[in-house]
């Protein structure tokens, strides 16, 4: 595959790699009322490329038996058509990005949601990983990382409204 449908995924879905000094996540914003429809990470979110700030993809966060799942629903200009994770294994190798998973196993601990892992479709890798709402429920801050969360990177990814 092309260098640049290899650079298109990064800072994709979550492209957690290690990030030598990568400061540690900040704390996470109270959330929501629990009654609002902004206070769970359910529903869509719009991932942002760190470089260019351009929106990349959707992926959908939703709830099955007090977890919670993320899944590629739709790519923002891929490189290829109907690019696929050909650097996973296992049973994810090769798979569409487009319904793929990409967050599972998320539980609520407060204000935030942790437990869950992230897989990075660029390296075919899987992250444990932590989830919580900002400025209101309107942003998601992802904090993926390799052992401990000092070891990784953190993104924010906006509500698709």
Known sequence: MSAPC?????????????????????PAQAAPAPNSDL????????????A???????VEIRENNGKLYGTIEE???????????????????DQPLVGLQVLWGFVQ??????????LDPES????????A????????????YFLIPLLGRTEHWIRDQ
Not at 109 to 118: F, H
């Open 124 to 131: 075919g890798r899987i992250y444990r990983a932590s989830l």
């Open 39 to 50: 206070a769970t990470p359910k529903g869509l979110w719009k991932t942002v490329d760190d």
């Open 75 to 93: 790519l923002f200009d891929p490189p290829v058509p109907h690019p696929t994770c050909y650097l996973c294994s296992g049973a994810l190798k």
């Open 133 to 144: 709402l900002e400025d209101g429920g309107k942003k998601l801050r992802l904090h993926g």
């Open 6 to 26: 290899r650079r298109f995924f990064t800072a994709q879905v979550l492209f957690l790699g290690l990030l030598a000094g990568s400061s540690p996540p900040a």
């Open 52 to 58: 260019s700030g351009k929106i990349k993809s959707i």
């Open 109 to 118: 601990d407060g204000n935030q949601w942790t437990g869950g892992q992230i």
